[in-house]
Every structure is written in structure tokens, then in C-alpha cells.
């Protein structure tokens, strides 16, 4: 009897010894997630500066094309000028 327990004993502190507890596969999981989400991260602030630069791009077309608007309204026109437009 006492030979049978403790074959049982040494059996359950073998698997225990084998068997990776929970932590170890927390840490193991949270090591492979780290990066990924660190990378999603790394993109969408680049995401958010391609669009920042973008509008800016756009606003100073904008700024062009008003500023030339303005001068082109302000110039004086002849009769014949009109025909042109």
C-alpha cells in the first residue's frame, strides 16, 4: 500500500514538474502578443501621419488656389476680357 502511494506521489510530482503552469504560458502568450500589438500601434501612428500630412498637402492647394482667386478677381478687366471665361 505504502508502495503504491508513493509511486503515486512521485507520479503527480513528476507531472507537475513537467507541466508549465499557468504563468509560464501567460508569459510565453503575452511575449508573442507584445510585439504584434506594438506593430499595430507602430502602423496606425503612421497611418495617422500619412493622413495628417496629406491634409496638409490639401489645405495648402486649398490656400493656393484662394490666393489666386483673389488676385485674378482683383485685376481689371476689359470688355474683351470676358469673352475668355
Sequence with gaps: ??????RRAEEEEKATVEEPTV????MALQEMVDPTAKEAEERAKAELLDKDNQLCELSRALAVLASASVRYNMMPRSSNDYLFI
Design 1 to 6: 500500500m505504502q508502495e503504491e502511494e508513493k
Design 23 to 26: 504563468s509560464e504560458k501567460d
